[in-house]
Each structure stands twice: as C-alpha cells, then as structure tokens.
C-alpha cells in the first residue's frame, strides 16, 4: 500500500461504519485492514509458512488449537477458601 493511499482508505472505512461506532471500532477497522495489508505484502515476498509446518507445531482440538509446546494438565478443582 502507497502512503499516499492511506488518507483515501481510512475515510473509506470510516465512511463504512455505522453512525453508532465507536473510536474503538474504528481504530479494529483500520488495524484489520493494516495487518491484510502486511500479510499481503509478506505473502507477494515469499515470508510465509507451509500450512503443513503450522499444522505440525499445533494441537487441534474440536475446541482449541495451541502450540503444540504447551503441555495440556487436567482443570484441577480449588476449593475456595471462605
């Protein structure tokens, strides 16, 4: 992305959100947009990673999915003390 663009496409995303937004909503709007723009850039200059090397460093659960360096212990039950 072009600096010179940026003025154009923050207006555009603002002009997109509803009247009721917040300054945190648009500031997620732009950071989404930021972080495309980043991963665009590092896909078209070959940073990327194999899918299958992601896949082999995690555990994927129904629910979750963490590094696979994360050890996984039972919930254990405290008893709070009143």
Known sequence: M???NIKKIAHKLI???PDDSTWN???YE???RREI???LADSEAGRTTRVDDVRNGLVITSQFCIP???R???FLNH???K
């Open 25 to 27: 909503d648009a500031i």
């Open 2 to 4: 072009q600096s010179s």
């Open 68 to 70: 696979a360096s994360v």
């Open 37 to 39: 723009d980043l991963g």
């Open 72 to 74: 996984l212990r039972p």
């Open 79 to 81: 008893k709070s003390s």
């Open 15 to 17: 002009d997109q959100l």
């Open 30 to 32: 732009m950071v989404v």
